[in-house]
């Protein structure tokens, strides 16, 4: 299991579960906003919005992979800036010429996302690095 690519459905529910977190949030939040009587075209925005920048930071993250350790912070950092800024402007030019409403709704989804994806990934990292531990406890002699 990588940490920063996602794991399978086949290497266990949990982890999976963890992994996509944030679209198991946006699916949810669909009826929650129907049941508040939110505009649903502020969740469909949110949940565009958050499905978007989670393909740039899978395809910064596949790049800064294979890169130097130099070209790797630089493309971390200007592509989580670039994704702050793109949704920041989605969001307000929404607000400005369409609907504050949707707007709002669209932002909330999307924030609920991001901050439950963040989880996810910080699960996934600690589960990795327990097992990273546990495989250099055993060495050599114990397999």
């Not at 939040?29 to 009587?37: D, G, K, L």
């Not at 930071?57 to 630089?74: D, H, I, N, R």
């Not at 010429?97 to 990292?125: C, E, K, P, Q, Y």
Request: glycine share 6%; proline share 5%; net charge positive.
């Amino acid at each position: 299991m990588s940490v920063a690519l996602y794991p399978q459905p086949r290497e266990g529910a949990l982890p999976f579960a963890a992994a996509t977190l944030g679209f198991i949030v946006c699916v949810l939040a669909a009826p929650v906003v129907w049941a508040v009587y939110g505009p649903m075209a502020g969740w469909a925005l949110g949940t565009a919005l958050w499905t978007i920048n989670w393909i740039l930071s899978q395809v910064a993250t596949k790049y800064a992979l294979a890169s130097s350790p130099t070209t790797a912070v630089g493309v971390s950092g200007v592509s989580m800036m670039f994704r702050a800024f793109f949704v920041a402007i989605v969001v307000f030019v929404v607000a400005v010429r369409v609907s504050h409403a949707i707007a709002v709704t669209a932002a909330l989804v999307f924030l609920a996302a991001f901050t439950f994806d963040l989880m996810g990934r910080v699960f996934l990292f600690h589960m990795h690095e327990r097992a990273r531990q546990t495989a250099n406890q055993k060495g050599p002699a114990d397999s």
